[in-house]
């Protein structure tokens, strides 16, 4: 099996493949961490969806609304993207339509694959074990920052490599993973000191929000395995 990362959705067709890989989508700051704490705390399912004037067409409908355009929460929404939102009492046996700048874009972009699941630092245990098990290809899919490359997203996909090629036997021989690892080995030791300087890590910060971001690179906070049915266009949990 191989492992493989993809910078950017814009990347992504070059990398797409007709057998059966797992595509992990991965948006660190904040969409797939926002997910993965909302189906812990029991949501039914997430409605991802690409664009703002669905995300406000499920609102009229009465469906509960997440997201986020440029860092700013939907002036409809009933949650912004930071995962502290979406608490228990809140999305308890709920459908929760999210849409965002990056993570659904993601989403969209690779939802006809073969099996896409939902990764980020809080649920990479999960994510690990549920690809050696399944013993088939892997491609992390980094949301990134409108099709433009990120940091965080990358260091996920450099840990995920990690795990998959010392407990899975994985080959990481591309170029694209070699990086991504290589920046983790880097990073790993104290991840918010490595991403100090980045982007998005300003930009949280220029909104008031750079308190989530430790948060969202804490490895195994929460246990569950996303999974997208291209059937049904949900995520729940496997």
């Not at 669905?54 to 997440?66: C, F, I, S």
């Not at 009492?89 to 709920?94: A, I, S, T």
């Not at 994510?127 to 098990?133: K, M």
């Not at 910060?205 to 395995?225: G, M, P, Q, R, Y």
Request: hydrophobic share 40%.
């Amino acid at each position: 099996m191989k492992i493989d990362v993809c910078f950017s959705p814009a990347l992504y067709p070059y990398y797409k493949e007709d057998g059966e890989t797992i595509v992990v989508v991965v948006d660190i700051f904040r969409a797939t961490t926002s997910m993965c704490m909302a189906l812990n705390n029991g949501a039914a399912s997430i409605i991802p969806v690409a664009t703002v004037e669905e995300a406000k067409a499920y609102k009229d409908k009465g469906y509960l609304v997440g997201g986020e355009r440029n860092v700013v929460k939907f002036e409809f929404g009933d949650f912004g993207n930071t995962p502290s939102e979406y608490t228990r009492e809140k999305v308890e046996g709920k459908d929760v339509v999210i849409s965002t700048t990056n993570g659904t874009h993601a989403i969209d972009m690779a939802e006809d694959c073969s099996c896409l699941i939902i990764g980020s630092f809080s649920n990479i245990s999960a994510v690990a074990d549920f690809c050696i098990s399944q013993q088939k290809n892997v491609l992390v899919l980094c949301a990134g920052w409108k099709d433009k490359f990120n940091l965080e997203d990358t260091l996920f996909g450099g840990a995920l490599t990690e795990i998959l090629v010392q407990k899975g036997g994985y080959n990481a021989h591309f170029d694209a993973a070699g990086v991504a690892l290589s920046m983790w080995k880097d990073a790993k030791s104290d991840i918010m000191k490595y991403i100090a300087n980045g982007e998005h890590m300003k930009r949280l910060e220029a909104h008031n929000l750079i308190d989530v971001a430790d948060f969202c690179v804490t490895s195994d906070t929460v246990k569950v395995l996303p999974v997208y049915d291209k059937k049904t266009k949900k995520i729940t949990v496997l």
